[in-house]
């Protein structure tokens, strides 16, 4: 884990009749490509009729033009990139999960990451369940089933296993005639939804794949919501409304693109915001300024426009490098970075460089991106860093590893600032990380990666382990089975809808 990963990108949508899905979703997907390169997939409902297709790779390799062809067309459509968090990495836990019961199928997407999913996939194998993946998705899918049973309707049957689940999850659930949209009571993670010119609606996990499938942005999921999207409209499930919401501020830092809007935060203004606060807080004397590719550049654009120093580009990312480039040998792996990135020897041979990168895990990638650019003649490089230091592992979807693998746990700034060969380090002050994103009064961003201080109860293992490493050793039992007999509250207001 010599770098953060993306998480997951969820798609949708719903048409009022049958037509090309696939095209819009593979378009959409390509958008959120930076969210998960690991495995993708699509669902089509075609009047009740679900066709799947889902395998490793990234969306261009696997979504071909015959592929596409023979998935058809239909009046409505989930998909998913995956990186996983919880869960191996193989096949097995790409997504869509698609189920079959006794009241009919269903779909799922999922972005997040459960806190409380070996709990509940104990209790449920305890019963009888039969699990096919080590995806905590599949134990959010087995749960709705289970109340779809006895729930009349798959809408109601959501908002009963919402009781269940503890954590981050935004959900796009398809059954055969309805398309439904849910968000956690924390809104960890993003979701928003847009309608297209010919009214089909379109839910995604940013807005930049809204934008790349034409859809018109409406607004954001709210905190705790679950939006059905149906021939008669769209209608708003608001029980779970109301708990204070505290999505990822690294969503800003790092995770989203920066022409993404999310819960009306403009994430580009809010890297270079970013940038800007940076500058304050760590001058330094120096000719020009760079960012890595490509998550630094904004905020490079704002470190050099507030200490009034020129920005220019000082590294080209090679774009044609994806997962399936492996390293087959030591000399491999040791250019890896010098295939990836190449310093642009013009812009910083002789200079002072100010270098801007979104974070620092274990360091050795940061090491060498510096030595990169001194081998290229910089005589200086001062490191500035959009995030303060990880020093707690994530569980809400960010694969944000245990203390022991995390840099800042171990080594003083100085030291890091040595070890990686920087002539000085700045991290991104923590009193200062709600300027970054200027959401609602009510919200309160999530960085419990950055201070320990977690919004929900997380497990009380020291270290961090993947989904399947936790089955059969739970620190905690698994939660109370929660009845719920009170009223559905429903919106119909279209201001909110």
């Given at each position: 884990?010599?770098?953060?990963?993306?998480?997951?990108?969820?798609?949708?949508?719903?048409?009022?009749?049958?037509?090309?899905?696939?095209?819009?979703?593979?378009?959409g997907l390509?958008?959120?490509?930076?969210?998960?390169?690991?495995?993708?997939?699509?669902?089509?409902?075609?009047?009740?009729?679900?066709?799947?297709?889902?395998?490793a790779g990234l969306v261009g390799e696997v979504f071909t033009p015959s592929v596409r062809a023979e998935l058809g067309k239909g009046n409505m459509c989930v998909g998913h990139v995956r990186y996983g968090t919880t869960g191996s990495s193989d096949?097995?836990?790409?997504?869509?999960?698609?189920?079959?019961?006794?009241?009919?199928?269903?779909?799922?997407?999922?972005?997040?990451?459960?806190?409380?999913?070996?709990?509940?996939?104990?209790?449920?194998?305890s019963r009888g369940a039969i699990f096919h993946t080590t995806s905590d998705t599949e134990v959010i899918s087995y749960l709705?089933?289970?109340?779809?049973?006895?729930?009349?309707?798959?809408?109601?049957?959501?908002?009963?296993?919402?009781?269940?689940?503890?954590?981050?999850?935004?959900?796009?659930?398809?059954?055969?005639?309805?398309?439904?949209?849910?968000?956690?009571?924390?809104?960890?993670r993003p979701l928003c939804y847009g309608r297209t010119e010919d009214g089909s609606y379109v839910i995604a996990s940013e807005s930049c794949a809204l934008d790349a499938?034409?859809?018109?942005?409406?607004?954001?999921?709210?905190?705790?919501?679950?939006?059905?999207f149906e021939q008669n409209g769209i209608r708003s499930i608001r029980t779970h409304c109301g708990k204070r919401p505290t999505p990822c501020i690294f969503e800003y830092i790092?995770?989203?693109?920066?022409?993404s809007n999310i819960d009306g935060v403009c994430v580009h203004a809010s890297r270079k915001r970013a940038g800007s606060i940076l500058a304050q807080t760590y001058p330094v004397d120096a000719d020009v300024v760079i960012g890595v590719p490509d998550s630094g550049i904004d905020a490079a654009i704002g470190y050099a426009e507030t200490a009034h120093i020129p920005f220019d580009t000082g590294f080209v990312k090679n774009k044609y490098i994806g997962r399936t480039f492996i390293a087959p040998d030591g000399f491999s792996r040791k250019s890896g970075v010098r295939i990836k990135l190449n310093a642009v020897r013009s812009v910083v041979d002789g200079k002072r460089v100010v270098l801007i990168d979104d974070s620092i895990v274990r360091g050795t990638t940061s090491e060498r991106i510096v030595r990169l650019l001194k081998e290229a003649g910089a005589?200086?490089?001062?490191?500035?860093?959009?995030?303060?230091?990880?020093?707690?592992?994530?569980?809400?979807?960010?694969?944000?590893?245990?203390?022991?693998n995390l840099i800042a746990c171990k080594h003083s700034r100085e030291e890091i600032c040595r070890m990686i060969g920087?002539?000085?380090?700045?991290?991104?002050?923590?009193?200062?990380?709600?300027?970054?994103?200027?959401?609602?009064?009510?919200?309160?961003?999530?960085?419990?990666?950055?201070?320990?201080?977690?919004?929900?109860?997380?497990p009380q293992e020291a270290s961090k382990d993947r989904f399947e490493q936790k089955l059969g050793k739970f620190s905690a039992p698994a939660d109370r089975e929660v009845k719920t007999t009170s009223k559905l509250v429903v919106c119909t207001d279209p201001k909110r809808v």
């Open positions: 884990m010599n770098e953060i990963h993306d998480e997951c990108g969820v798609f949708g949508m719903f048409c009022g009749t049958t037509q090309d899905v696939v095209s819009p979703a593979f378009y390509y958008a959120l490509q930076h969210r998960g390169q690991e495995c993708c997939g699509i669902a089509v409902n075609d009047d009740g009729y679900f066709r799947l297709r889902k395998q096949a097995r836990n790409a997504q869509p999960i698609v189920v079959n019961h006794k009241k009919g199928k269903m779909a799922l997407v999922h972005n997040g990451n459960l806190v409380n999913s070996a709990a509940l996939r104990s209790a449920l194998e709705i089933t289970r109340e779809r049973l006895r729930a009349p309707s798959v809408e109601e049957a959501i908002e009963r296993a919402m009781h269940l689940l503890r954590g981050a999850y935004s959900l796009i659930v398809m059954s055969a005639q309805k398309l439904i949209a849910v968000r956690d009571p924390n809104a960890f499938v034409g859809a018109k942005f409406v607004r954001d999921v709210d905190p705790g919501e679950i939006l059905i790092y995770f989203a693109r920066p022409d005589r200086e490089v001062h490191l500035r860093i959009c995030a303060p230091p990880f020093l707690f592992p994530c569980f809400f979807g960010t694969d944000i590893d245990s203390k022991e920087a002539d000085s380090l700045g991290y991104f002050p923590l009193a200062r990380l709600s300027e970054i994103a200027p959401l609602p009064a009510h919200f309160h961003p999530c960085r419990a990666c950055f201070d320990g201080k977690y919004p929900v109860r997380v």
